[in-house]
């Protein structure tokens, strides 16, 4: 195990300025006593008075600028120097304190209420540090032993009389949450952790509470700081990893569990933990880059890995499935891509990369109203996703166009046809609509069927035209067109069925 000085939550980092401010002025008032007093003393292992005085008067210019760890490590050289004054353990305490330190100055408090039991300033100072660490009992000790001396003392009184409504305040707490009237005990608890910041048992208890109403963030909070609260606190790393786990924060889940096994490398929690967290992080990251990349059939057998690793928990599943439902859409896959979508929006049901994909899916299988509506509903929920306009613009002009002409409904292929099916389409359906084998009504039926083929041959064989009738256009549309051009000649007023084409005879070119 690895034991560590850990600083209190409300103090990590550089202290604030009012407090390190305090302690100065503390230790210039101090300075002014040591000069009233007569203090022999010999120094140990080798470390003489004068070296010591030096250490003392390093320490206090360093406190002042601010310089508190080089500070401290000449306090220490002071207390090894002379460990009998007591006033060199206070002024090391106070930088203790100004670090965040309480239990490393703790133990220098109770030495010098130990060489010194009527200094008041350490007795007072050290009950300060027992209440933070809501200690109330030792605390209201000290406390009233400084008002037996010092009645009058406003600061001392005002600590006393609160002491005793926290310690029922505490009792009232855990009634609340055992029967299970959270809102009440965390009013309750967060009124004492602003006394008592230090206690780790009222932090752990308001988290549980937090579970328990399902504000994981806020828990998180409360369990973290009680990692600096306790040394070793392997069970609140693991709790902490845990709650991001659930709510789908697995790299933060990785980063915390791998705290715990920094402390015990063998926790029988922490390792196979750790485990499946970094088997699911490296999956999930997988999953994402082989969608990036197009990789889509890759990309939905590792999604379905992921819910194999993990199948249960609600933000993974809903991850995994969002891979399945954009993939399957992307290959083509109508009726799997349909129903991974569905599966995705019913577990989320204003998913909009969801109901883009499934709109994409529709289309991909002619059904432009779903797609429309899909689009519709993903713009409802985010109007300003340029994804979503330009998805909707494309299904609207594709709805338009299938109630006009729909290419590949004449030759009766689909939209992701290869040029090979389509000329070979176009083959079939050419001698099968041929005008010359028909007569009367038919042969005008006919007439108009085989423009229709031939147009879609057009359409259809020629990459830049198809990809602006994929794109919602009509390429042989004259009014869709600058100017009116474009179009087979027939479409420019060329009839080769009417009067001016009376004798024409057709003359097929198959490629």
Not at 57 to 82: F, N, R
Not at 90 to 102: C, E, M, Q
Not at 237 to 246: E, G, I
Request: glycine share 6%; with cysteine.
């Amino acid at each position: 195990m690895v034991t560590r000085d850990l600083m209190e939550p409300q103090t990590q980092g550089q202290p604030r300025m009012a407090e390190v401010a305090s302690i100065i002025g503390v230790l210039r008032s101090l300075a002014v006593f040591f000069l009233t007093m007569d203090i022999h003393f010999t120094g140990v292992e080798g470390i003489t008075a004068q070296e010591v005085a030096q250490h003392l008067e390093m320490g206090k210019k360093l406190l002042a600028a601010g310089q508190l760890a080089d500070a401290l490590s000449h306090y220490h050289a002071a207390v090894d120097g002379d460990p009998s004054n007591y006033m060199t353990y206070f002024k090391r305490a106070t930088v203790f304190l100004a670090l965040g330190k309480s239990r490393s100055a703790l133990p220098d408090l109770d030495k010098v209420v130990e060489l010194k039991p009527d200094f008041t300033a350490a007795r007072i100072q050290r009950a300060n540090v027992l209440l933070k660490q809501g200690k109330l009992d030792e605390a209201e000790k000290d406390y009233k032993t400084v008002i037996e001396k010092d009645p009058e003392n406003a600061e001392v009184k005002g600590h006393l009389a609160e002491i005793r409504p926290m310690k029922e305040e505490i009792q009232t707490a855990h009634y609340y949450y055992d029967r299970g009237d959270y809102e009440a005990a965390i009013s309750i608890l967060s009124r004492l952790v602003e006394i008592c910041p230090w206690n780790a048992e009222l932090r752990e208890l308001r988290a549980d509470c937090y579970i328990a109403m399902g504000e994981y963030i806020k828990a998180i909070g409360d369990v973290r700081s009680t990692t600096k609260l306790r040394n070793d606190n392997t069970a609140a790393y693991y709790k902490v990893s845990k709650l991001h786990y659930d709510i789908g924060e697995a790299d933060e889940s990785l980063m915390e569990i791998r705290e715990c096994l920094k402390l015990d490398p063998d926790h029988k929690q922490c390792f196979p933990h750790y485990k499946k967290v970094k088997k699911l992080v490296k999956q999930l990251q997988s999953a994402r880059e082989l969608s990036n990349e197009q990789r889509f059939e890759e990309c939905i057998d590792k999604a379905n890995q992921i819910l194999k690793t993990e199948p249960e928990v609600f933000p993974y599943v809903l991850r995994a499935k969002s891979h399945i439902c954009h993939c399957q859409s992307k290959i083509g896959h109508v009726r799997d891509a349909v129903n991974a979508c569905n599966e995705v929006l019913h577990m989320d049901p204003d998913n909009v990369d969801a109901l883009c994909d499934r709109a994409e899916a529709f289309i991909a299988d002619e059904q432009y109203e779903q797609g429309v509506n899909d689009y519709q509903k993903a713009q409802g929920i985010d109007g300003e996703s340029r994804k979503v306009h330009e998805g909707l613009k494309k299904a609207q002009k594709l709805l338009k166009q299938s109630l006009k002409r729909d290419y590949y409904k004449i030759l009766g292929v689909k939209r992701n046809a290869r040029k090979k099916e389509i000329i070979k389409a176009y083959r079939k359906l050419a001698v099968q609509w041929h005008p010359d084998k028909f007569e009367g009504d038919d042969k005008k039926k006919a007439e108009k069927m085989f423009i229709d083929i031939a147009s879609a041959k057009e359409v259809l064989t020629d990459p830049e035209k198809r990809q602006k009738f994929d794109n919602g256009e009509d390429p042989l549309d004259p009014e869709q067109q600058q100017g009116g051009q474009g179009g087979p000649f027939w479409q420019q007023g060329f009839n080769p069925f009417g009067a001016g084409g009376g004798g024409f005879q057709f003359k097929f070119n198959f490629n």
